[in-house]
């Protein structure tokens, strides 16, 4: 008995609802399929590229924070220890790879990981490694023969000082190498890093690339910009700037071995060649360069050597030697060759305040330094030194007396040795200065103002000014560079340009990434 057509449309709908059922759940589960590969994907990135960010920021740390020479980087580790050790992963002044795993030990991390369970590669440039000769500031990676490091590809960048890599999975690289996971001695970073686009991440020859991921390529790559360190030493080099300065002002306001003392901060250096060695600052000039300059004082308009009595310089100028009768009547001393002498430049650079003046002898013996004197005459701007009156005794008086030093940290800071005065401006109200007033405002001279900044900005008796490196955007040339007749436009930004009396802060921008710093309060 046939099925009538009723009961035949019944059975089609509900075969047809069950094939649509069966289409439902089987998109269904390639849906949920997909998403979770999807998920899977997006967390094995996400896990990635916070080991990368990571690996970054601990880098960026470790050269701020370097007390010998702020903006150096550690070598690459190559034997995967995670430690960068003198004689294995630095030889000498030198590293003894440029490419290798990232020390994650040194650097004080965990043992970072990728996706795939590798850890970390990591190349940089040869003049930010570790104990290198090359002086490190804020123009080194765009100096004319630099040997910064380049991205191309999906990424490209210029003017890196490291780069760090996610390894990823083995795979064969595109010059037919089967990559094999492992290091014995050395690691090999063929085994480790791929080429895409002709270019061999392995070869550490300061061009790297970055691509799409494929069955021959796998790296992740993450730049370390010049700025991303150099942002922080600016800050830091700024910081201690404005610290000697204040050191230098407090130490002769507080001597205690010098008649009319005060606080006063150095004259400036005219800004006219940043490029050339640290220099002494000139008489009464208020804003240019710090007056970095290590070249010592030497003494003038002293009586000069007659018939045996007299003074005579000796150790480069430095050292004032003199010789002087001294005849007694009863309690009346008098000199046969009164004794004073002058240093004239002592506002003009970091100098330290006199120690108690001189070593006397008399007739070959030691009596100390009774009655000589420093004197500080701030109307003149220079310090003066005195043999004013004798002791109770006769005969041949010997002087020795050494000019006032200039300040130790010079020949031992990071900042000298980097040539951080290329890349700092400066300026002090003269109420400043060594014949101010000790005072700013009002009736006194201008006191600065560093705009957005916490109130109150305008009160600043000096500011250090930091020039960051020369801006493209900003129409600044390539350093080093004289500013005259170009201007101080070459090296400052914004407000900053004149150097007084008014200084801005601001966001870094394409145009814009000076950081001025008040030095007082």
Partial sequence: ??????????????????????????????????????????????????????????????????????????????????????????????????????????????????????????????????????????DTAYRAANVSLTMTGTAPATNLVAIVFSPGAVLTRTDGRVQTRGCGAACDPRDFLDIASGEDNADANRTFVSAPRSETFNDRLMPVFSDDLMRLVEQRAARELAQHLRNHYDAWMNTLDVTGTKGFYPYAVPFVDPSAPAQAGTIGNTGGLLPLSTAPLTWSNFPPLVAGQGCETVSGGTVLRCRTTIACVGFVCLLGTPISARIENVATRFVDPPLPPAVLRLNGLSIGSSGASWTLNTAARRLEFDYTHALIAAGLLELEVAAPATSAWLATSWLTANNWHQNAGYALSPGYAIDGVDSCGGAAPPCFTVTNTAAPNNDKHAVVVMTGRALPSAAQMARPVAPLPAGLNQFFEGLNADLAPVFESNMRTATFNDTPVAVRP
């Fill in 1 to 138: 008995m046939k099925p009538r057509p009723a009961a035949r449309s019944r059975q089609r709908g509900i075969v047809a609802l069950v094939l649509v059922a069966v289409l439902l759940l089987g998109g269904a589960a390639f849906a949920f399929s997909s998403f979770n590969l999807t998920t899977v994907r997006v967390d094995r990135d996400r896990s990635t590229n916070e080991a990368l960010a990571r690996a970054k920021d601990a880098l960026i740390a470790y050269a701020a924070a370097d007390t010998a020479r702020p903006g150096e980087l550690p070598c690459p580790d190559v034997n995967d220890d995670g430690k960068l050790v003198i004689n294995e992963d630095i030889i000498g002044s030198a590293c003894a790879s440029l490419i290798g795993r990232l020390p994650w030990v040194t650097l004080g991390l965990p043992d970072l990981r990728d996706d795939a369970g590798e850890r970390l590669w990591y190349t940089l440039s040869n003049d930010f490694h570790a104990n290198g000769p090359v002086p490190l500031n804020s």
